[in-house]
């Protein structure tokens, strides 16, 4: 086992206090708050994050107790994290926007006896569990709006808690708890949002989370005077070991948004210098860019068009230091003075150094976008359970359709069924309370099963990963079934907000799409096509038309690849409402519940591999109080072109 | 029902005493009679409803509280004192701000200076000071400014403080308008069919809006509302009017009994 990764600094507090020596003076941490930038240096952030560890000891905080933590990312938020590592807690970010039950069963399974929370919404979805939570003792609440007609018998404010702490003169107490922390004690315990089944509580000890700090850090030579913007949820793995792990190993600073609706203007106000997005933000945001192009002038459209194609051909090499002639270069500086560098303004990302992806794979049509561009964007491949990292692209390398080579310390191998395994010094510790689990995961030398298939590419060492093992499947005449790669090619148009493709062991494939309601909206409004719901618009003629272009484009380019000619999509329909994580149709960081759609849906299902040209259904939507309602619809079904001779599809 | 006596709601509220009284107030447009000798109060601390069907007289009887209108009986007792007939901006500085039925807002300039407009009574410098913004004007300035952004992150609009109201939707110009209203600092807060032309969601927003700004700064609010469900959740007390008459007036539970009340909104069978 190595040896801690810098000196004698073992925990998260002990980096504070080595960021305190070092640069005390500098900002930590920035949030937008009434209208205004308040920043906290690493010194006043220290003194913060000590109040409130002496407050959770006057509030009776014992070694080994879990505390909750829940609400958009605040810094508060991530002292009380910090907070409760220092008098040897354990901190459980949780999301923020989970439904009441979700947040009991995470609440319960860990036995958290405190819970720091943002705001009343956190505070009504926890009392409407607090019952059945035997073992929760304390609530501590931010922001007191709306709270002070509640029972406070067992709940603080924040500011409440620092002053009982101030006042107490517990620092040594603090200090003697802090300094007996080990390199292998738990540093945090985060819920994987779980795609199947309940979800898992994974236990990263100080030494993966420092470790995987560490060694990321260096790989992407992060430095002191970064800037982040903190607005992925809390509860996310990567959230953590961005705007907490790497933070506190580099020293950078940590900028949360004011408000939820206000991530893209914080955004451009900050100008982030390394910077994490799901494809999602970035679908969005390109989607948000085509659309105002749409709207825009013939001069700046040409000149949009026109100078985009020079980024296209000439960005992306010089982000990789290839060679191009004086002729492009001359080019691309008018691209980028004229469209490109205002553009990136726009986006908020002129000074992005490193820029991320992750979590879903990427449409190379998007990748493309952002690379030409001029940003450095790249794409990684991790999972909670590696702490993150497990493959990443160097500088220099990178592509689209990989997800680059094993990140510093991790090593990688490919089973016989093709599922990747990796063992790596952030391998997690356990599933808190599920050894079954933790046993079926990770086996006794420490290699991990991803559950992802993939291959390692000749030559380049680079990881390609086609889809998620158990989907990844045949089809009834035997040839590869992999809805992911077929749903990405859908999901770039920007029409099409999600989309689902079924087919294993059937005879052919077919599929569930969701439109975009910005995109399609606004073509709606420029084309007088009057509509006075999302169920209408989904269903009208002229959008149905208009994915079934969408749709029969992408299976054009998927009978292109002769490995999975298998999959174009035969027959489609548009859903009446959008998937949702409140309906448990989708995961919390918005992935697909492949099983849960498939069982909820089933009729449709039936009645795409049926000859009907539409179908009558019903369904149960969860509203954001957790209240129920039905919604009802007939729902058109639609055959789409199939390239090349395919089976023979139902007449309509 | 007109204990004058402080007291404690249920839900933990402090109502103090009368702060505005109504007494036998009458208003004549020529030979119609919109309101016909009505009296009733509001009390510190309280949200008060005025409801009935169209065209029973409650847009005018706010407009007889907000100064608007003047009536030709009656008076209008406010914090104690008999109120001069007096032009709205004399009644703004007394502490009473208001939203409109329609909204009226300036449709080109941002939700940022829209609400600043509501600081108006409340800035004291001169035109040319404020020009040459230096010392008192500049202070003056950040200082209203400071309210103003408690307000938006109260009513949660920072995303949009930048943006022109011409182009926002209908439910959020509504909570511009409220914060307008709320900037001025108001003792008395007049709504006028705030939750109109609301899909359910925009309504429970608004609802939590009202309730809040009443508990948070113990804002004495008075709205018009025609959705009575919306009305018997919010409210203390109803005051119910038809044909510019008072036929009602108390709790939501009081109100709802009325046979009166019962028979203007429902109509009665012919014998």
Known sequence: MHAPADGGLVTIPDLLARNVARHG?????????????????????????????????????????????SGRNRPALYWAMVAAQRIGCIPVPLYAEAAAEEIAYALDHCGARFAVVGDQEQVDKIADVRDGLTQLDHVIYLDGRGLRKYDHAAMTSYADVQKAGR????????????????????????????????????????????????????????RADDEVLAYLPMAWVGDFIFSVGQAMWTGFCVNCPESADTMQLDLREIGPTYFFAPPRVFEQQLTNVMIR???????????????????????????DGKQVSAGDRLNYMLAKLLVIGPLKNTLGLSRVRVGYTAGEAIGPEIFDFYRALGINLKQLYGQTEATVFITQQPDGEVRSDTVGVPSPGVELRIAENGEVYYRSPGVFVEYYKNPESTASTKDADGWVATGDAGFIEDGTGHLRIIDRA??????????????????????FYPNILEAVVFGANRDYCTAFINIDLTAVGNWAERNNIAYSSYQELSQHPRVLDMILGHVSEVNRSVAADPMLAGCQVHRFLVLHKELDADDGEMTRTRKVRRRIVEEKFHDLITALYGGAADIYTETEVTYEDGRKGKITATLAICDAQVAAEQHKVAAE | MDGVAPYVTADGRQIGGVLMDMRGITLRFGGVEAIKNISFDIREGEIRAIIG????????????????????????????????????????RLGIARTFQNIAL????????????GRLT????????????????????VANREIVEKVIDFLEIQAIRKTPVGRLPYGLKKRVELARALAAEPKLLLLDEPMAGMNVEEKEDMSRFILDVNDEFGTTIALIEHDMGVVMDLSDRVVVMDYGRKIGDGTPDEVRNNQEVIDAYLGVAHE
């Open chain 1, 167 to 222: 006042a107490s003169g517990l620092l040594d107490q603090v200090n003697a708890r802090s300094a007996a922390r080990t390199y292998d004690d738990t540093c945090v315990m985060l819920y994987t949002s779980g795609t199947t089944g309940r979800p898992k509580g994974v236990v990263l000890s100080n030494r993966n989370v420092i470790e995987t700090s560490k060694n990321s850090s260096e790989f992407d030579h992060l």
């Open chain 2, 106 to 117: 300036f449709e080109g300039m941002s939700v940022l200076d829209n609400i600043m407009t």
């Open chain 1, 470 to 491: 158990k989907d990844v499947g045949k089809m009834a005449d035997g040839r590869l079934f992999a809805p992911k790669y077929v749903e990405n090619k859908l999901k």
């Open chain 1, 293 to 319: 192009m749409e709207d825009a002038g013939r001069v700046k459209k040409w000149l949009f068009h026109r100078y985009m194609a020079v980024g296209r051909r000439v960005g992306a090499l010089l982000l």
């Open chain 1, 25 to 69: 003076a500098k900002p930590a941490y920035r949030e937008k708050e009434f209208g205004i930038w308040q920043s906290w240096t690493w010194a006043q952030a220290s003194e913060q994050i000590d109040a409130l560890a002496m407050g959770l000891l006057t509030l009776g905080a014992n070694v080994g107790d879990h505390v909750a933590v």
């Open chain 2, 53 to 92: 069907p169209n065209g029973a007289g409650k847009s005018s009887m706010l407009n007889v509280i907000s100064g608007f209108y003047h009536p030709q009986d009656g008076e209008v007792w406010f914090r104690g004192e008999k109120r001069k007939p007096m032009k709205p901006y004399q009644v703004a």
């Open chain 2, 122 to 141: 409340h800035m004291k410098t001169g035109l040319l000071a404020q020009a040459i913004w230096k010392g008192r004007a500049e202070a003056e300035e």
